[in-house]
């Protein structure tokens, strides 16, 4: 054989183990990414929603239970300046930990 035959096949057979050890570690990586962005965003999911103010619950026991008399929830707590900052913080990373979870998924299937 050749000289150069042989180079290429030799850097082939070296490029394709560097390739292959380089995927294998990523793909490990966007896995911890996955993991770790789905339980931060149940988390921050359920945070959210216990944010919320009661309307919905109080629409379903009286619409459930006509009799029960339903007080509403302070809605001072729900319209303060620190509460609306924290509630858009918290829709802010609920969306970049989707984003980390959709970018891992898009990495993976390349």
């Given at each position: 054989?050749?000289?150069?035959?042989?180079?290429?096949?030799?850097?082939?057979?070296?490029?394709?183990?560097?390739?292959?050890?380089?995927?294998?570690?990523?793909?490990?990586?966007?896995?911890?990414?996955?993991?770790?962005?789905?339980?931060?965003?149940?988390?921050?999911?359920?945070?959210?929603?216990?944010?919320?103010?009661?309307?919905?619950?109080?629409?379903?026991?009286?619409?459930?239970s006509?009799?029960?008399?339903?007080?509403?929830?302070?809605?001072?707590?729900?319209?303060?300046?620190?509460?609306?900052w924290?509630?858009?913080?918290?829709y802010?990373?609920?969306?970049?930990?989707?984003?980390a979870?959709?970018?891992?998924?898009?990495?993976?299937?390349?």
């Amino acid at each position: 054989k050749d000289v150069r035959s042989r180079f290429w096949v030799t850097y082939d057979k070296v490029a394709k183990e560097h390739d292959d050890e380089f995927l294998e570690r990523n793909n490990s990586d966007m896995d911890i990414v996955l993991i770790f962005s789905g339980l931060f965003s149940a988390i921050n999911t359920a945070f959210i929603i216990a944010m919320q103010p009661d309307s919905a619950t109080t629409v379903f026991i009286q619409n459930t239970s006509p009799n029960i008399t339903v007080s509403s929830s302070t809605e001072s707590d729900a319209k303060s300046p620190n509460g609306t900052w924290f509630q858009g913080l918290a829709y802010v990373a609920l969306s970049f930990s989707l984003l980390a979870a959709f970018c891992a998924v898009l990495g993976k299937q390349w």
